[in-house]
């Protein structure tokens, strides 16, 4: 090829290049759509919150939010499948995806009525023998591989009566086997590292439950992230602006403390998994399990066993709650749990903090240091799993959390933490481990609002995460008292 020739070729590869990377993110962006819908009740017309929203055949799905409203974003090579709404108590409804694609529709969940008359129990303990059951059959029910997951999480902060902090991530999970070889001691130590070289010692983090330590063979990476700006104004800031002599700055950890461990710490309330207290064989036998009522899911028939403890006053029996089982396969598909009367008294874990006083509050009050305790007081966890391909995976873990800040000098206030996790898809075949350089590190001080990640405008409008409305939507309001959250996404650093 002679030289002009070759220089004519490359200015016209330069000259189409631009063209083709425009031409290539059009047919990117068309091979994806948005289909959404509302799931309600068909007798009460009433919205169905949390009901598992499936591509039939994939592990593909998502959750309605607390006004059974969803939207899910996915490949246009799913446009022939169907999506399959299912929920506790209710018939299984399924429409096609080229028919919620082309409108906003309203599906309708049929509820089915159950005697329980027709439950015969021949046993004493039949349905602690059946929570035995589910135990030993774990192995089958659930992968015993190393698993890939991608996840929405997402985590709220309440100060008194006002929501003060949001962020949420898009993350990928590496997932360990459901194998009995979850190693607490070893997980907790490498939990409870303080890294002050990576920690701002100025924002102190909540004192999280003890069992909120995700096993160290896990592993999550954050793809995204948005945090507001924390713009509200703090009653406890205010009360101690007026002491005058305070270094507020000095005070900003009351405003900053965090959720340290980020995503992957809700793991920790995978008692399956993990084998432990209700589901823990050499510990169950010390709560009662009765039965609370027998529903259908996913078409299937399911036991809802309630639990709690035999004894109030045995401290190995910190729980009581409910737990959905299937029927014909013994898996456990569903769980909730909170903390007893005594075991709150018991459980309670405090975070403590001192500053130093300045020295004309010192002379007056005699008193060399400010301390400030917070207080875990309570908390709430909600766990649900999906099938796919005969086994049932991790769907999604809640948590609610109350504390107490108390100490000198200013009035106490209450603090509620949110924080939850929704898997989105399930991906059987990564099983390697994630890349050194890409893991969040798991452990106590590092807290996911803190994580140097720019937001991305553009990945956040096709993510599947859940539409703000009921208590988000409250939360959203009160974030976005002194500006838009788009704008702190962008400001916030």
Known sequence: ?????????????????????????????????????????KNSKNPLPFTNVLIEGTSIGT????????????????????VVFSFVGYENSSLSVKKLKDTSKKVYLKPISTSL?????????KYK???DQAI????????????????????????????TKFSDAASIIQYS??????????????????NRLEYNINQVPYPEPKEFVADTRDQAKIIALRKSNNLQDYRILEQSKK??????????????????????????????????????????SKYLFTLYGKSIYNNKPVFIISFKPKDSNNIETRYKGEITLDKESKAIIAYQYQLTKKAKKALNQR???????????????????????????????????????DKWYLKRIKAINSYENTGDLFENYKITTESELIVGAVDTGRTSPLAGQEVFKNNFSNALFNYPLSYDSEFWNNYNSLIATGVIGKALEDLEVKGSLESQFKNKN
């Open 117 to 125: 008359d027709e439950i015969v129990v021949t046993a004493k303990n």
């Open 177 to 194: 086997a459901y194998d009995s070889n979850f190693d607490y001691l070893l997980s907790n130590t490498n939990y409870i590292q303080f």
């Open 351 to 389: 975070f403590a903090t001192q500053l130093k006083t300045p020295e004309t509050i010192e002379k007056k009050t005699k008193k060399a240091f400010i301390t400030r305790i917070t207080s875990l007081k309570n908390y709430k966890i909600y766990v649900t799993f999906s099938n796919y391909k």
């Open 136 to 163: 030993s059959l774990i192995s089958k029910n659930y992968s015993q591989k190393s698993i890939q997951l991608e996840a929405y999480y997402r985590e709220l902060t309440k100060i008194d009566d006002s929501y």
């Open 63 to 82: 959750i309605t939010n607390e006004e059974g409203k969803f939207e899910l974003t996915i490949s246009k090579k799913y446009e022939s499948f169907k």
């Open 129 to 131: 023998e059946l929570i």
């Open 243 to 284: 002491l005058k002599s305070i270094d507020t700055l000095n005070l900003k950890w009351l405003e900053n403390n965090e959720i340290g461990g980020g995503p992957l710490r809700l793991t920790g309330a995978d008692k399956i998994k993990r084998r432990e207290d209700f589901f823990d064989p050499k510990i169950n």
């Open 1 to 41: 090829m002679k030289p002009q020739n070759l220089t004519q070729l490359i200015y016209l590869l330069l000259f189409l290049l631009p063209v083709l990377a425009s031409s290539q993110a059009k047919k990117k962006k068309q091979e994806t759509y948005t289909i959404e819908a509302t799931v309600l009740d």
